[in-house]
């Protein structure tokens, strides 16, 4: 909205409200006191069980729900998800208020002037655990795992939880690994990109692990054609480049750098930074005077079987 209201109505949600007291009061949750604090608003609360008294809000989630919700949608990416919802929302303000006459675009500019300004930083709503890694590197937030590094096993990290990230800190909050919020059926989050240092030390175990599974077909091919130094110094390598960069652009140089042949980890590490620094592939130098044709040269005792065959059996 880009401001802020000054007053904004609530139901008794539970992350708001810790306890409904007598005549009209309520016992806030810490967390949401400080969210109040943040933006300046002031805070009322409807009675329990009455929707009547904020029916306007009641309609409109049934208008949202029936023209931008049905049918049922399939959410995968939640922060995506609200761009082009809000996207919608704003074209629908061009229809006009049943009422008033002007569109609600109109209405909402007007309304504008009422509100209070936003503060300079945005609110981080987040919460901090205190948990053990267990002997795998893994911590348990909410009964979801999330990995955290090898170095970390049986350690003590700090997890920073929001809605939508799982950040894991040392205890001196730097940053070691950050994950999606797992919700629904899914158990379990890991980053490989900790642990490729680790297996870079028996590259030959590579194949019996989950990272081999997920990668790639690409890289599974490539890994397949390696030798023992190649793959050490392939994991060592992706270990630098998963840190910043998801497996499709290294995925990319890897396809790119394969063109003619089985690539060094040199060239794939070439075309990978050439790629994120928008350079791409450079094409082949064309000359400007032509190649003469060389003859096809061959390998082997053929060469030895003609000579022997021209001198009549004298060596």
């Known amino acids: 909205m880009g401001r802020v209201p000054k007053v904004i109505r609530f139901d008794n949600l539970s992350p708001a409200v810790k306890k409904i007291l007598p005549n009209g009061e309520r016992e806030l949750t810490e967390e949401f006191q400080r969210f109040v604090l943040h933006y300046g608003f002031e805070c009322e609360f409807c009675n329990p069980a009455s929707g009547n008294e904020k029916g306007h809000v009641e309609a409109k989630v049934k208008y949202i729900r029936n023209n931008f919700l049905l049918p049922e949608l399939t959410i995968y990416d939640l922060e995506s998800f609200n761009d082009s919802l809000w996207e919608k929302c704003e074209r629908d303000w061009q229809r006009p208020h049943y009422q008033k006459g002007k569109t609600i675009a109109e209405l909402f500019e007007e309304e504008k ?11 981080e709503c987040v919460r901090y655990e205190q948990v053990r890694a267990d002997k795998y590197g893994y911590i348990r937030v909410e009964n979801k795992l999330y990995s955290t590094s090898p170095r970390f096993a049986k350690q003590m990290v700090l997890a920073k939880i929001s809605y939508q990230e799982i950040e894991i800190l040392t205890e001196d909050y730097e ?17 490989w990109q900790p642990y490729l240092i ?14 081999y599974e997920k990668m790639p077909s690409e890289w599974q091919d490539y890994f397949s054609h390696c030798t023992i130094q190649e793959k050490q110094k392939t994991l060592q390598l992706l270990a ?15 396809r790119l750098a394969s063109q003619y042949g089985h690539p060094s980890v040199d060239s794939i590490k070439q075309v990978f930074y050439q790629l994120i620094n928008g350079r791409g592939i450079r094409e082949p130098i064309q000359p400007k005077i032509s190649v003469p044709t060389m003859p096809e040269a061959s390998r082997g005792l053929s060469h030895y079987d003609r000579f022997f065959e021209s001198t009549g059996g004298e060596r």
């Open 175 to 191: 940053l070691i690994v950050k994950h999606e919020r797992l919700y629904g059926t899914q158990q379990k989050s890991m980053k």
């Open 240 to 254: 630098v480049l998963l840190k910043e960069h998801d497996f499709e652009i290294s995925t990319q140089a890897l």
């Open 113 to 123: 002037e009422c509100f209070l300004q936003l503060p300079a930083k945005e609110y």
């Open 198 to 211: 680790l297996m870079a030390k028996r590259p030959n175990a590579l194949k019996y692990t989950d990272f």
